[in-house]
């Protein structure tokens, strides 16, 4: 496991009620009220909030891979992350698809942006070997 030399954010909240409660950030810019996946409860819940920090991360990370090749990025990219809360033997689990959309680039150079950017994304890093991942690229 590589230790981090330098961080450079912490996200803190502070979160009560579990599926069923709220979470405040450190810094009072998240508020939610959280909900079980699947209810008409207000609020969001935890693979929603998984799904949308990774395609947002994810962006960031083909920003990256295309800028090494001096490469400008379509302006209406987009990530559409899919995360599954399911159950195998009693024990739950977890499981992903990003479908990215990279208008106007050739299908295989969009592909070798997508497995860059799988590479480095951080969420990437810390789901690799420990959930089902699918890339697709359309």
């Avoid at 979160?15 to 810094?27: I, K, P, Q, W, Y």
């Avoid at 009072?28 to 959280?34: P, T």
């Amino acid at each position: 496991m590589t230790k981090i030399d330098k961080v450079l954010y912490t996200g803190k909240t502070h979160t009560v009620g579990g599926r069923e409660g709220v979470s405040l950030s450190a810094d009072g810019r998240l508020d939610i009220k959280l909900s079980p996946p699947g209810s008409s409860a207000p609020g969001t819940n935890p693979e929603q909030l998984f799904a949308a920090g990774w395609s947002a991360c994810f962006i960031g990370a083909i920003g990256i891979a295309a800028a090494k090749r001096k490469l400008a990025l379509p302006p209406d990219l987009a990530v559409d992350a899919e995360v599954d809360l399911g159950m195998t033997d009693g024990a739950y689990l977890l499981q992903a698809r990003l479908t990215v959309s990279l208008p106007g680039l050739a299908r295989e150079l969009a592909r070798d942006l997508v497995d860059e950017a799988h590479q480095t994304c951080p969420y990437s890093k810390a789901t690799r070997g420990n959930i089902n991942v699918a890339l697709n690229v359309v």
